[in-house]
């Protein structure tokens, strides 16, 4: 049974950083694609970053620069690290877990930026 945690989202001051984690156990990262997502009420779920199983990653132009997408294979587990946050970046995050047979997401965590 696969099962997806997320963590490291909260409460952010502008300027801050952040660093989240997206660990599943049940399915293996080998080949998968990872990617983060995230949503603000009202609007689209959006793509911030993904990286495939070789190691090549792709931004939203709202994040390079900012953000950093990593994965870490042997512990199943991929990363966000957001720095230089803004307001605009306020939303609940969600990782995406594409394997060979399966399609997953996390249960998304929330991400405050505020002063």
């Known amino acids: 049974q696969v099962h997806i945690v997320e963590s490291g989202g909260g409460l952010v001051q502008p300027g801050g950083s952040l660093n989240l984690s997206c660990a599943a156990s049940?399915?293996?990262?080998?080949?998968?694609?990872l990617v983060w997502y995230r949503q603000v009420p009202g609007h689209e779920r959006e793509l911030v970053a993904r990286?495939?199983?070789?190691?090549?990653?792709r931004y939203a132009d709202f994040v390079k620069g900012r953000f950093s997408i990593s994965r870490d294979d042997m512990k199943s587990t991929m990363y966000l690290q957001m720095n230089d946050l803004n307001a605009e970046d306020a939303a609940v995050y969600y990782c995406?877990?594409?394997?060979?047979?399966?399609?997953?997401w996390g249960q998304g965590i929330q991400v405050t930026v505020s002063s």
């Open positions: 990286i495939l199983g070789s190691g090549s990653t």
């Open positions: 049940g399915i293996s990262f080998n080949g998968a694609a």
């Open positions: 995406k877990i594409v394997a060979i047979h399966d399609i997953l």
